[in-house]
Structure formats: C-alpha cells, structure tokens
C-alpha cells in the first residue's frame, strides 16, 4: 500500500473445485515497496480487471477487456515476469476467439508456446499448441490444426490428465470427420469415451456418444449407432 493504515486481506479459492486444506500466510520480506512492487501490483490490478469484464462476456465489455489486458501484457514484459505474461496471452487468445479472430487467437498461442517450453510448463505448452490447432481447424486449415493437436497429444498422453487427452482426442475427432475420415474420427472418440467418463465431464461424454453414433450411421452401421 502506499499509505500506512489498516488494510483487510481476502483471500479465495483459485478455482470451485480447489482441494480443501489448511492454508497459512507468512510475511517473509518485511521491507519498503519498491517501483518494481509497485509496477507488479498494478500489473495484478489491470490483469483482474480485464478478467472480470471478460467473465461479464458482454461484446463491448470484451473490447474493454482485451485493452486492459494489453496494458497488464506490457507491464508483465517489462518486470520480465514469464509465466504472468503467457498467462496474459493465453486470457487475451480467449478473448479473441470469443470475437471469431482466429487469426489473432493463433497469434497470441503462438506467443505464449515458447513461454510456456521455456518454463518448462508442459501443460500450458500442450494447451498453447492444442490452442494453434483450433484456430486452424476454425479457418479450415485442417492438415495444420491436426498437426497442431497430434503434438498437444503427445504431451497431455505423458501427463496423463484425463479430461484434457479426452478433448485433445475430441477435437482429432472432429478434424477427422471433417476430412471425410470416419473410421479414424471413430478410432478417437472410441479413445476419447473412458476418459471422459472418468472425468465426470456428461457434456463431453454426451457428445462423444452422439458423434460416434451419427458416424456409424454415415458408414451404414445402424446397428452400431443404437
């Protein structure tokens, strides 16, 4: 703070489905706020900002958004704060893709993937280059979006996160059907299906289930799609 006074700390799960635990905060640098402290917590401040406006999804509110983020974007590149600016991108991406600028949306994966293998951050690289490959696979570049996700693929199969492999082999699916591949499109819901069952996720089980039966009845196995 740039004042002295009393202030109340509020602190709140990263996400709804945080584990349950005891948590302690420790001060472990008692000292005087710096310009870079400073420049960190504004940076922290725009990030927020344009996050909430975003969740708002309103289109006015988006542009708002994704000018806020830029702000934060520059504030992160110039304290040399990596894993805040890939974070940045990753959140501005989301936003383009909202606009259907997918041009911009590949773009800002593509700015964060090397982010993201230097960290050594083999989730966010599998989510960056899975990212790539739905904005080609939304300007019909299929050959380039599949491959785009086999790589996403091959990571999330190392991490062994289910639901993630389930939606990377879902979306191989898709391309697959798209390029008139029915038996491979097939050959990857039929992976997808356990995983996404194991998850919990019924949207993706669901449509994992309804894809697979409209394909067995594109290649005249109607038995198969009941």
């Known amino acids: 703070a740039d004042t002295d006074g009393a202030y109340q700390l509020i602190i709140s799960a990263a996400g709804p489905k945080a584990a349950r635990a005891k948590y302690a905060i420790r001060v472990e640098d008692w000292r005087a ?4 402290d400073a420049q960190f917590v504004e940076a922290e401040r725009k990030f927020s900002e344009a996050t909430q406006l975003m969740r708002r999804g309103k289109a ?3 542009t708002q958004a994704a000018a806020i983020y830029q702000d934060a974007l520059r504030r992160w590149r110039e304290l040399g704060e990596r894993r805040y ?19 911009r949306f590949i773009e800002l994966y593509s700015q964060a993937l090397p ?5 050594g951050d083999r989730r966010y690289e599998a989510r960056s280059l899975s990212g790539i490959g739905w ?9 380039k979006a599949l491959e785009y996700y086999q790589a996403a693929l091959t990571i999330r199969r190392s991490l062994g996160i289910g639901r993630d492999l389930a939606q990377t082999l879902t979306a191989i699916a898709l391309i697959q059907t ?30 994992t289930l ?17």
């Open 210 to 226: 309804s894809s697979m039966a409209w394909l067995h009845i594109k290649l005249n196995e109607h038995q198969r799609a009941i």
């Open 85 to 103: 600016e890939m974070k940045t991108l990753v959140y501005l991406a989301a936003i383009n893709e909202r606009q259907e600028n997918f041009r």
């Open 178 to 207: 798209e390029m008139g591949e029915a038996n491979l499109a097939l050959d990857a819901y039929q992976q997808s299906l356990p995983l996404a069952r194991a998850s919990g996720d019924k949207d993706m089980y669901a449509f």
């Open 115 to 119: 982010i993201a293998r230097e960290l």
């Open 33 to 36: 706020g710096t310009p870079r």
């Open 135 to 143: 904005g080609w696979h939304n300007l019909g570049e299929y050959r």
């Open 60 to 62: 006015d509110l988006l």
